[in-house]
């Protein structure tokens, strides 16, 4: 029984790699929006604890199972994005490389995917590709304010300023909708990244185990940022055409990445003499409570130009 159980393991394993991503992606769609965050994790620990085979599979499977439940359009835009970003987080993971490299290379995978599979799609549907775009913001739009519309502390907002906001939000997220894109590949590819290798640390221990706080930016990075934000800078200066929304796009997308390294850093001085729980406590509190996100942006610009990560104790693990 052994013997036939450890001969269909990748079998097995992929089938139910399969299955979970199928139901995190049926769970995100009629649940709860924050499954999705969760979906790549399957793949990343398959293809690192069995092999590339078992994960295409895996990822053939899931594409089936989607397609069944809601339909070739929500396959085609889904699987793509997971089977890029999974497999070049899990090649990295299994390449050992630096955790900055394992978290930022993937979510520029997803994005860019995205992107591509969106144009795609609503070119082979014949559908305008701006007016698709604004159609799904004025949607998220609208959904939020109808929160706010019904929520006690925002009842005297009347209709008509409603209206004007709601237009106000849809055009500044039609400008900024890449960078919005690329945050949200970003946290995606962090948590799964992340939880990944937890469980990975228990199959294959000679990969070691990683924390966020082990992500560090080096400053040829910081250079290239750097250079990139002056350049559109300039751009936007001298009025070229799609500069200032370039500029913008960059200077958010930036922002994440310091965010990232910002609260990595303050992990790593953490690290030392307070327990993983309370160091995550303190930084939802600086994040949410506090709305001081900035705090952890000039952190992590500290952390590339000024190395302030060699300046405290860094060991192993959460």
Same mark, same amino acid.
Request: hydrophobic share 60%; proline share 3%.
């Given at each position: 029984?052994?013997?036939?159980?450890?001969?269909?393991?990748?079998?097995?394993?992929?089938?139910?790699?399969?299955?979970?991503?199928?139901?995190?992606?049926?769970?995100?769609?009629?649940?709860?929006?924050?499954?999705?965050?969760?979906?790549?994790?399957?793949?990343?620990?398959?293809?690192?604890?069995?092999?590339?085979?078992?994960?295409?599979?895996?990822?053939?499977?899931?594409?089936?199972?989607?397609?069944?439940?809601?339909?070739?359009?929500?396959?085609?835009?889904?699987?793509?994005?997971?089977?890029?970003?999974?497999?070049?987080?899990?090649?990295?993971?299994?390449?050992?490389?630096?955790?900055?490299?394992?978290?930022?290379?993937?979510?520029?995978?997803?994005?860019?995917?995205?992107?591509?599979?969106?144009?795609?799609?609503?070119?082979?549907?014949?559908?305008?590709?701006?007016?698709?775009?604004?159609?799904?913001?004025?949607?998220?739009?609208?959904?939020?304010?109808?929160?706010?519309?019904?929520?006690?502390?925002?009842?005297?907002?009347?209709?008509?300023?409603?209206?004007?906001?709601?237009?106000?939000?849809?055009?500044?997220?039609?400008?900024?909708?890449?960078? $919005?894109?690329?945050? +949200?590949?970003?946290? /995606?590819? @962090? =948590?799964?990244?992340? *939880?990944?290798?937890?469980?990975? %640390? !228990?199959?294959?221990?000679?990969?070691?185990?990683?924390?966020?706080?082990?992500?560090? $930016?080096?400053?040829? +990075?910081?250079?290239? /940022?750097? @250079? =990139?934000?002056?350049? *559109?800078?300039?751009?936007?200066? %001298? !009025?070229?055409?799609?500069?200032?929304?370039?500029?913008?796009?960059?200077?958010?997308?930036?922002?994440?990445?310091?965010?990232?390294?910002?609260? @990595?850093?303050?992990?790593?001085?953490?690290?030392?003499?307070?327990?993983?729980?309370?160091?995550?406590?303190?930084?939802?509190?600086?994040?949410?409570?506090?709305?001081?996100?900035?705090?952890?942006?000039?952190?992590?610009?500290?952390?590339?130009?000024?190395?302030?990560?060699?300046?405290?104790?860094?060991?192993?693990?959460?």
């Amino acid at each position: 029984m052994n013997e036939m159980m450890e001969k269909y393991s990748g079998l097995l394993q992929a089938v139910a790699a399969a299955a979970l991503g199928v139901a995190l992606f049926y769970a995100q769609a009629q649940i709860l929006a924050v499954f999705g965050l969760l979906l790549l994790t399957p793949y990343i620990v398959l293809w690192v604890s069995e092999n590339a085979r078992w994960a295409v599979l895996s990822y053939l499977l899931s594409g089936l199972g989607i397609f069944l439940l809601f339909g070739a359009a929500a396959a085609l835009t889904t699987v793509p994005i997971i089977a890029g970003s999974s497999t070049c987080a899990a090649m990295l993971i299994e390449r050992k490389r630096p955790m900055w490299e394992t978290l930022l290379y993937p979510s520029f995978v997803g994005a860019g995917l995205f992107a591509l599979v969106f144009v795609l799609l609503a070119w082979a549907q014949g559908m305008h590709l701006v007016a698709e775009i604004q159609q799904e913001v004025t949607n998220v739009v609208q959904t939020l304010l109808d929160q706010i519309r019904y929520a006690e502390d925002l009842t005297y907002y009347a209709k008509g300023m409603e209206q004007v906001t709601a237009s106000a939000l849809i055009s500044r997220l039609m400008q900024i909708y890449p960078a $919005l894109l690329y945050g +949200a590949s970003l946290m /995606m590819t @962090a =948590v799964n990244t992340l *939880l990944a290798r937890r469980v990975l %640390a !228990q199959m294959r221990p000679e990969l070691g185990r990683a924390a966020l706080a082990d992500f560090c $930016l080096p400053r040829k +990075a910081g250079y290239v /940022m750097a @250079a =990139v934000t002056v350049a *559109l800078f300039l751009a936007k200066s %001298a !009025q070229i055409p799609g500069g200032e929304i370039l500029s913008m796009n960059s200077n958010i997308m930036c922002i994440a990445i310091l965010l990232l390294n910002g609260i @990595a850093t303050f992990l790593a001085f953490l690290r030392p003499s307070v327990p993983p729980a309370l160091r995550g406590l303190l930084v939802a509190l600086i994040l949410i409570f506090l709305d001081a996100w900035y705090i952890f942006v000039l952190f992590g610009g500290a952390d590339i130009f000024l190395g302030l990560r060699s300046r405290t104790w860094r060991g192993k693990g959460v």
